[in-house]
């Protein structure tokens, strides 16, 4: 049986698209069948749906139009939840470090960073920044914002409560002022990942936030960035900015260094993947964010587009229930890792673009072991190690146990779809009863945690690089009312793993930290929670006449270097 599914478009599709690129036409109408190139499964599903794209765009426009897969979760820096969100918000608001392409940090609004000792940071800030109302950013701004983001209910607006970005901060205790341009931070711990974390906190004013509160700063965004607001629709299905002329430049090693090139930018949600494409193709916007890999081959074919992708932060598993039968037998846990071939997962529905996990983390964090390699596609074993595990095959090769069947269900969303259904296939292969259940994020979620559910093949971002702020959240036992195991969907709780990631956290010594980190990572490998499949990339394709662009791994969208021809 074939076990792979991959959606392409059709003929007819790619020709229409083609026709948009080459002839520009007041309407684009386009077909789109989505259907299997190999068959997984004994019905086959054709579903049909039509796009009308019309192109708004104006040629030579000197504003940069991108679209985005999903609305931002918000636009407040302390209080948001989403890549999309970071994008709008690192266009408008400076930090005191920020990350370039890949997992580099560079010193931003601070000029320079130091480790008075293993709990205390030294701040000194760049003179000259100014904020979009003209006034200077000082000690007093960035105080307010870190205490904005840590203390309980800070956040007023719609109702108290604490800043969603608390987490990245670590164990902060208190900021004070030593000078105008200079801060010191006291953290209650060693927290060595400190720089890989302070990128995801941005300045706000002290005196606009005060004077209008987090609603006003909401409904009219003032920040330090390369780009200023001008205005939003209901649901931030669109946001317009417009260069700020006073720009202090940016980080001073990242090139280009000063004030935006173009001079207005759109950010504009475009949900649907062939109508990104579509509006990408009619002119109408110039970036496009999470290409279809299925598309990548195509799309470098038409004259006039740019396809660049990069390994991107988000990892995928499917995590296993350890809470409840089968899944709290480690050897059918092992057995799922050896039943699926992760590499014809990344040839068919990934065209190539994404790689294989080796446990826990990413390989692209800068802890991860590498000498831990994802387990290897071995049907035999995988048999061998569920009949140890009591399960054969009857007659028609279903695996049973007890008169019962080998038997659950996956739980996916919807743009982990293709994935899910190519890892049930080949469970299916083995003779296990895998079947594929779609749901909304925010509903499953609560359910997840819950323990209710027995399967979930979903992803994680681990944009920091670092094991802190991601290990903790996947892998440590769950502990209410804490950043532990927020993301523990699987009910995995090993008391030597918590230390080890607790240990982790406040060891400065690198060295040390990887002794550490990878023992915490050999036991979850061994214990597998998780059935490790693949970290894809991230895709995106721009217009011709987009220069100085290329997607990062955080999937941020950094406008500031981006120009138009």
């Known amino acids: 049986m074939n076990r792979v599914r991959m959606i392409q478009f059709s003929a007819l599709a790619i020709l229409v698209l083609l026709a948009a690129c080459a002839t520009p036409t007041p309407q684009v109408i386009e077909k789109v069948v989505e259907k299997p190139v190999e068959k997984i499964v004994e019905k086959t599903v054709v579903a049909e749906r039509t796009v009308v794209v019309q192109p708004t765009a104006v040629p030579g426009r000197d504003t940069l139009v991108v679209a985005l897969a999903r609305a931002p979760s918000g636009i407040d820096p302390a209080d948001h939840s989403s890549r999309e969100a970071e994008t ?112 995801h906190t941005q300045i706000v004013s002290k005196a606009y936030v005060t004077k209008v509160g987090t609603k006003g700063l909401i409904e009219k965004p003032l920040g330090t960035g390369p ?57 109408e916007v110039d970036i496009i964010t999470e290409v279809p890999a ?21 990892p995928i598993w499917m995590e296993f229930n350890v809470t409840q039968a089968p899944f709290t037998d480690v050897k059918v846990r092992q057995a799922l890792n050896y039943a699926v071939d992760k590499n014809l997962i990344i040839k068919k529905v990934y065209n190539g673009l994404a790689q294989p996990l080796g446990g826990a983390l990413m390989p692209t964090n800068n802890f991860a072991d590498p000498s831990l390699k994802p387990y290897t596609y071995d049907k035999a074993k995988a048999l061998a190690l569920l009949k140890e595990a009591g399960w054969t095959p009857d007659a028609s090769g279903m695996l049973m146990k007890d008169g019962k069947p080998l038997a ?82 699987s009910g995995y709780a090993n008391a030597r793993v918590d230390k080890l990631i607790k240990d982790g956290e406040i060891e400065n010594d690198v060295a040390k930290r990887k002794v550490i980190y990878n023992e915490a990572q050999k036991l979850i490998y061994d214990e597998a929670p998780a059935l490790f499949l693949v970290l894809p990339e991230a895709i995106e394709a721009a217009a011709a006449r987009v220069q100085n662009w290329a997607p990062a791994s955080d999937s941020r969208e950094n406008l500031h270097d981006v120009c138009l021809k």
């Not at 299925?294 to 990069?310: A, F, I, N």
Request: aromatic share 10%; charged share 25%.
């Open 227 to 283: 780009f200023k607001f001008v205005s939003s629709k209901t649901g931030l299905e669109e946001v317009v900015l417009e260069r700020f002329a006073d720009y202090f430049g940016g980080a001073p090693d990242l090139t280009p260094v000063g004030k935006a090139c173009v001079s207005r930018a759109v950010f504009r949600v475009i949900p649907e993947n062939s109508t990104r494409v579509a509006a990408l193709l009619a002119g």
């Open 408 to 489: 659950f269900v996956i739980d996916t969303i919807d743009s982990l779809r293709p994935v899910t259904e190519a890892v049930a296939t080949m469970l299916r292969d083995v003779g296990i009863d895998a079947s594929v259940r779609v749901w909304e994020y925010n509903v499953v979620r609560p359910k997840l945690l819950a323990r209710e559910r027995q399967a979930y093949v979903g992803d994680w971002g681990d944009s920091a690089f670092d094991p802190v702020g991601h290990i903790e959240a996947k892998w440590h036992s769950l502990v209410t009312g804490s950043t532990y195991g927020r993301g523990n969907f």
């Open 294 to 314: 299925e598309l990548v081959d195509t799309l470098k074919k038409v004259p006039g587009v740019q396809v660049k992708s990069v390994a991107g932060t988000r």
């Open 88 to 199: 709008v918000i690192r266009n408008l608001y400076d930090g005191l470090v920020t990350r370039d392409k890949t997992s580099g940090v560079h010193n931003e609004i601070a000029e320079s960073i130091k480790w008075l000792d293993t709990k205390t940071l030294e701040i000194k800030l760049r003179k000259g920044v100014k904020f979009h109302d003209g006034s200077e950013l000082k000690a007093d701004d960035v105080i307010y914002t870190f205490e904005r983001v840590f203390k309980p209910n800070a956040i007023e607006f719609p109702q108290p409560h604490t800043a969603l970005r608390k987490g990245f901060l670590g164990p902060f205790g208190s900021a004070e002022k030593k000078d105008d341009y200079t801060v010191v931070v006291n953290f209650t711990a060693p927290w060595p990942a400190a720089m890989q974390m302070l990128v």
